[in-house]
């Protein structure tokens, strides 16, 4: 597609409920990053992929959340028995073969956990 | 470790006034210096960079300088647009990886006409 893709754009959900939130980066772009954006907060890391290495994980806040990155293309980030503290904007973005000067970001997805 | 530091919002001006918003950083290395915008219900973007000492970078109107010296990356804009009103974010990196690459805390710019 044009840009980095990020669904759903809105979720809420329940304490307790487990949510996927979708990226579909821009085609050919190698490196995959997800962010979270709370009220007020800047962007948080939360974890990296490169290619085919072992992603950077150090980012994820707790063992409730996981992501995946399939086919080296579309990733899932998956947070477990959600708390409403996780109740963000989750940032998807991409860039090509690992070029850190210049990242294409989705529009987000707004989760709220009630 | 290395980090920005960046003016805090909101920042609220007239159309036309002149725009400054202030971004330091700390940095062990010799970083590449970005501002992101975010207009509403949109992601981030890149707006402008400089890549080493004294670089100025621009678009849209916008510059900014890289100032090893006071350790700087100021935006500025001579006169603001209602259309400019979105978060502003600035930005290093120390090169590949996500680990090396920092964001400050973003400032909201509102432009009333």
């Known amino acids: 597609g044009a840009g980095v893709s990020q669904s759903p754009s809105n979720k809420v959900t329940e304490k307790g409920k487990d949510v996927e939130l979708r990226c579909d980066p821009i085609s050919g772009h190698t490196a995959l990053y997800w962010y979270r954006q709370s009220l007020g907060q800047g962007l948080e890391f939360l974890i990296y992929?490169?290619?085919?290495?072992?992603?950077?994980k150090s980012g994820l806040p707790s063992d409730r959340f996981s992501a995946e990155r399939t086919g080296g293309s579309v990733s899932t980030l998956t947070i477990q028995r959600t708390q409403q503290e996780d109740s963000a904007v989750y940032l998807c973005?991409?860039?090509?073969?690992?070029?850190?000067?210049?990242?294409?970001f989705g529009s987000g997805t707004q989760l709220s956990v009630l | 470790g290395d980090s920005v530091t960046q003016m805090e919002g909101p920042v609220t001006l007239s159309e036309e006034a002149f725009l400054t918003i202030n971004c330091t950083y700390t940095?062990?290395?010799?970083?590449?210096l970005f501002w992101y915008v975010q207009y509403p219900g949109e992601g981030l973007q890149l707006l402008l960079k400089?890549?080493?000492?004294?670089d100025k970078g621009s678009n849209k109107g916008f510059e900014a300088t890289y100032r090893k010296e006071t350790t700087s990356f100021h935006l500025e804009k001579g006169s603001v647009q209602v259309s400019d009103s979105a978060v502003y974010f600035c930005?290093?990196?120390?090169?590949?990886?996500?680990?090396?690459?920092?964001f400050g805390t973003g400032t909201r710019l509102t432009v009333i006409p």
């Open positions: 940095a062990t290395g010799y970083p590449s």
């Open positions: 400089a890549t080493k000492a004294d």
């Open positions: 930005a290093l990196s120390e090169g590949p990886g996500a680990n090396n690459l920092f």
């Open positions: 973005a991409s860039s090509p073969l690992g070029n850190d000067e210049k990242l294409f």
């Open positions: 992929f490169q290619g085919n290495s072992a992603p950077d």
